[in-house]
């Protein structure tokens, strides 16, 4: 082959990585996402995830699909055991929607909604464009309710959510006024117990909504096993 067809090509390639890299291509991070797509960056730039390093390739791949099936991406990381996250804090959200993983209730008690396959996302993610995932109480009509519970109004969602995170603070109250009262205790497994249960109505962070149910009796059951204490 000849020199100059050779020393050709090579710049062909280079014009090729050039233009490629402008159109943002070669980048292995979300960058490019975010060119286009202004808006929901702005969006996701208010969220916690943000703030986590949790960016758009967390959740989308290269081809712009969601990673996993909507019932599934957010639980690979919200979840007790989840090794996604470099973070050192816990999420047992799924364990909490699926009401398992508390001591001292056997039966799993999945919460109504999960049961009947509400995911993450239709309370969460209520509009697709939405990228803050947090429950926006604010917004002048419950947006994260009423793609179900048609004739919701913002009262009622706001209510019904006072009501469960109410009952659940109480309760969260009295076993936190327990936990103190018995600290010397706390080398006892029944204490360890209750401590974990306490810790993980706090980690899962809803106050009571994922699992109303569920929530109420592990916050009795704890209460007794202080008690006994
Ligand atoms: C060159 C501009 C550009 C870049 C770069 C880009 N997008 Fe898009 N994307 C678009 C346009 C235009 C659409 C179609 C219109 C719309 O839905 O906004 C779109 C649509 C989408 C959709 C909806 C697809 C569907 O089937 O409804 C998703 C999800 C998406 N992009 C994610 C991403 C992610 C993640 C990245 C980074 C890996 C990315 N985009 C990079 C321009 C871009
Ligand atoms: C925590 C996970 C998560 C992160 C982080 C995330 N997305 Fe998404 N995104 C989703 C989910 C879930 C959907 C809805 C997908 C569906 O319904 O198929 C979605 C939908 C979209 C859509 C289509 C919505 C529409 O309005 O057409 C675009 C575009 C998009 N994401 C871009 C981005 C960009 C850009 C980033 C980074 C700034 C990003 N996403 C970060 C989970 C995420
Ligand atoms: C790649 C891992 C990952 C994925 C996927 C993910 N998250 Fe997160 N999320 C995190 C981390 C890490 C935090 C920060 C937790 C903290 O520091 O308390 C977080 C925080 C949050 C928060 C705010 C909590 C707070 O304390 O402010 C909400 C709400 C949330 N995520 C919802 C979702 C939803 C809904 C999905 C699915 C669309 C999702 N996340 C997918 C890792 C992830
Ligand atoms: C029925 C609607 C609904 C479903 C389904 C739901 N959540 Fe929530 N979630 C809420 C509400 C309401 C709150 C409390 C928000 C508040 O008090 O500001 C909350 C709180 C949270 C928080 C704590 C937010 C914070 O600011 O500390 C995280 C994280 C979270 N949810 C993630 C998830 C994940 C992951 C799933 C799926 C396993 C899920 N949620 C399912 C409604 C829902
Ligand atoms: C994706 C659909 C969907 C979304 C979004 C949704 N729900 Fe539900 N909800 C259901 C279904 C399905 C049931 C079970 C209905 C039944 O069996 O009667 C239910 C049951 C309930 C119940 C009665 C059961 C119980 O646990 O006490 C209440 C209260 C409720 N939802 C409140 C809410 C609130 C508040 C929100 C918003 C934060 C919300 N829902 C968001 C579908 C949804």
């Known amino acids: 082959m000849k020199k100059s067809n050779l020393l050709l090509i090579c710049l062909l390639i280079m014009i090729i990585i050039t233009l490629f890299s402008q159109l943002g291509f070669a980048e292995g991070n979300s960058d490019r996402c975010k060119r286009c797509h202004d808006e ?13 390093g949790i960016d758009c390739l967390s959740c989308h791949q290269t081809n712009m699909k969601v990673q996993q099936p909507k019932e599934q991406l957010c639980i690979s990381c919200h979840s007790a055991d989840s090794k996604q996250t470099k973070e050192k804090t816990r ?39 939405d990228h803050i995932f947090e429950i926006d109480t604010n917004e002048d009509e419950p947006v994260a309710c009423i793609s179900c519970h048609t004739g919701f109004q913002l009262n009622d969602m706001q209510r019904q959510i006072d009501r469960w995170q109410k009952e659940t603070n109480n309760l969260m109250k009295k076993v936190e006024k327990l936990l ?34 569920y929530t109420q009796e592990l916050l009795e059951v704890t209460y007794q096993m202080l008690k006994k204490l």
């Open 40 to 52: 929901i960056k702005e969006n996701w730039e208010e969220s916690t995830h943000e703030a986590r």
């Open 91 to 129: 999420m047992p959200q799924q364990e909490m929607v699926k009401g398992t993983g508390g001591f001292g209730i056997k039966e799993s008690a999945p919460s109504l909604m999960y049961a009947s396959g509400v995911a993450c996302i239709d309370c969460h993610m209520p509009k697709e464009h």
């Open 180 to 213: 103190k009262e018995k600290k010397v205790l706390r080398n006892r497994k029944l204490y360890q117990r209750a401590e974990f249960n306490y810790k993980f109505i706090k980690q899962d962070g809803s106050e009571g909504v994922h699992n109303p149910e």
